[in-house]
DNA sequence: CGATATAGTTGATTTTATCAACCAACTCGC
DNA sequence: GCGAGTTGGTTGATAAAATCAACTATATCG
């Protein structure tokens, strides 16, 4: 029987020591905070007068899962949601100054995290590991 | 606020592609397989006299987990398991015909979606980036 | 030999995700 | 302008996945 270990094993090692490595870094256990959380804000944070469905749009997630998400965050009091002007079925998502903290808090660690996962590498060796990737990723659409 | 685009982000967009092709091409959706069974099936494969306790630890999860996915392995008639002779409070898990099969068709899907994934990428390319993934993943522990 | 540890099983519960239905607001063709 | 169809978001119900707890049989060790 042929156990060749493909490249999926390596990239799922490592994907899962970054999820607890950050995790751990930003006190996820005792904020309630899971990996959907985390997405969310991320997504909050770069998109220009977030809804909930540019959320859904960009996760591929169900509209209930994400209509939870964001009251939970919303308890929180990480991010606050008031309606648009343009469409009043919309709401536009921000963040609270707790939730700009927490986020600030988030990036920090993950470029923490990146600076250890990167110890011994070159910018070239990053710089042309992120290219395959990105290559990979493309060759897979 | 900074908002720059981590590692991580490259890598997660990857392993979803890798994922959502994977599925498709064994049919998961009908096998009713889940990517905690493929894992299962990965670890009997490359485990010698692969027992549950085993799975338990290479996988970090809770046992009552693991029982539940090794029974509905045994369900789908994809794996066996038999007492072990040194201890009887342990059994051995091995794949049957059907199983052998079915892991036969899973490696032969990776190994297409590996080459997919490794088109227009030089050999070189691929051995740097999986030992850059490597130390990455070294740098986490 | 008895106390403690371990492998596996199962019940109960929690967490996460999905399906379904709904209402208000919007869009578009007539 | 109007009505049928679509869209954004909410909530109830349900399903799936994961965890916690308790247990029994077996093994280990002082």
């Known amino acids: 029987m042929n156990t060749v270990k493909p490249i999926a094993n390596t990239l799922f090692t490592l994907m899962q020591s970054y999820r607890v490595t950050i995790r ?6 005792e904020l309630g905070l899971n990996a959907m959380h ?41 991010i606050v949601k008031c309606a648009s002007e343009e469409d009043k ?15 600030s808090k988030l990036l920090e660690a993950e470029q923490q995290v990146n600076a250890l996962m990167c110890k011994n590498l070159t910018p070239q060796q ?16």
């Open 89 to 103: 079925r919309r709401f536009i998502l921000s963040f609270t100054t707790q939730g700009d903290v927490l986020f």
């Open 126 to 141: 990053i710089k042309d590991f992120l290219s395959v990737a990105a290559m990979m990723s493309e060759n897979l659409k």
């Open 38 to 78: 985390v997405r969310c804000l991320h997504i909050v944070a770069t998109t220009q007068r977030c809804t909930a469905n540019d959320i859904v749009n960009q996760t591929q997630r169900d509209k209930a899962q994400i209509a939870r998400l964001i009251k939970e965050l919303i308890t929180l009091n990480l």
């Open 24 to 29: 751990k870094a930003i006190n996820a256990n």
